[in-house]
């Protein structure tokens, strides 16, 4: 395990935006014109290319980018035996005519659906992957996952087929051994940094979302408990030196968020009863509320604020994001305190509306602010 401690002061959430060719090889991927092994391939070169570009940031966790999925959650979920997943495209065409910068209104993202008993793959889902991207790189290499919550929250008990699951506790219990297994299978070949994406904790700050869980026949005020209940069950038998964070946010897609609202109604759950090493945490604008919910963060843990925004490309000044430090040490000590961009650069391979030169001077910004606010720890 590395000597400092992750999450590291300067951090990344860890997709980016897809290199042209590769999209172009997925598209043909899809086609049939060319074979999964060819298009593995295209995939290798790249992320070799975007680890070395990482590596000249400065960054110490290095990702895939998530160079081999088509969106952050889809393709992992749909991995798991016993899940598809509808896609619904009436909610990209919403999102499309959202101003860029806006909230996108009744968003309905595509949705997990349990159709079988939940089984993990036969030789893991991200197995292949982490040993690829361990041996391309020489610092920390960090595996997202989205969080088991995502099998849940978008169509709670009407998502899980009843004559398959007629007790949810069942459903529950197989739902986080998945998890568990994945990770334990991650932890035996050497991965020692793995983050949990979970935007369900973060919607559930949100008013409109929050009556949303209600028509589902779900109790809002109670799913942080359960979600907490899930993520501590799949981590538990995680090896001593594993550091695991979580990363909340409200949406992050063609540079357009899908909630909005601050931590309070979840703050003192999340940061008191999972049991994790750190939080990401969306901080880029005002959708996310203010830093008051920090004074839940209980001793011990690591906060990532994500106050470089991955939506635009424009460079943050540094006095700008030292200030908005400041203003976080109001409510929790600096020494938890990280820094990062509030998502990542593409949380599917359509990705932000910003350059790839402009996406790597933010993980530059990041690592040089940390330098100058906390030395070289």
Known sequence: MPAKKMPFRADQVGSLLRPAELMAARAK??????????????????????????????????????????????DFLTSIGGVIQESIPT????????PVGGVVKNWQPPTPKTVGKLQWPKGGIQHRDFDFLKDAT??????????????????????????????????FA???????????????????YLQLDDTNLAYLCDPLLRDRVKGLGEDPDKLPHLYARFINDAIKDRPADMAITVHMCRGNSLSRGHAQGGY????????????????????????????????FVPKGKRIVLGII?????????????????????????????????????????????????QQYAKLRLAVEVAEEVWGNN
């Not at 400065?58 to 998530?66: C, F, L, N, P």
């Not at 909610?91 to 959202?98: C, D, I, L």
């Not at 925004?309 to 929790?332: I, N, P, Q, V, Y």
């Open 264 to 295: 309070e109604p979840v703050a003192e759950a999340m940061f008191n009863e999972l049991k994790i090493d750190g939080f990401f945490l969306e901080y880029d604008d005002a959708r996310s509320g203010d830093f008051r919910p920090l004074r």
């Open 174 to 192: 197989d739902l986080t051994a998945v998890w568990r297994n994945e990770i334990m299978d991650l932890a035996a070949i050497g991965c020692r």
């Open 91 to 98: 909610g990209h065409q919403q999102q499309e005519v959202t």
């Open 29 to 74: 991927k899809a086609k049939g014109e060319i074979t999964p092994a060819q298009l593995r391939e295209v995939e290798d070169h790249h992320i070799e290319i975007a680890v070395k570009k990482q590596e000249a940031t400065g960054i110490q966790a290095i990702t895939d980018g998530d160079f081999r999925r088509t969106s952050w959650s889809g």
């Open 309 to 357: 925004t991955s939506k635009f490309g424009e460079l943050e000044k540094k006095d700008d994001l030292k200030r908005r430090l400041d203003e976080a040490a109001k409510f929790m000590p600096m020494d938890q305190m990280c820094i990062s961009a509030q998502c990542g650069f593409a949380s599917h391979t359509g990705g932000n509306l910003l350059t790839e030169d």
């Open 138 to 171: 020489m610092r920390t290499p960090k595996v997202m996952v989205p969080s088991p919550s995502m099998l849940h929250f978008r169509g709670g008990r009407g998502g899980v087929d009843a004559s398959i699951y007629p007790d949810m506790e069942t459903f």
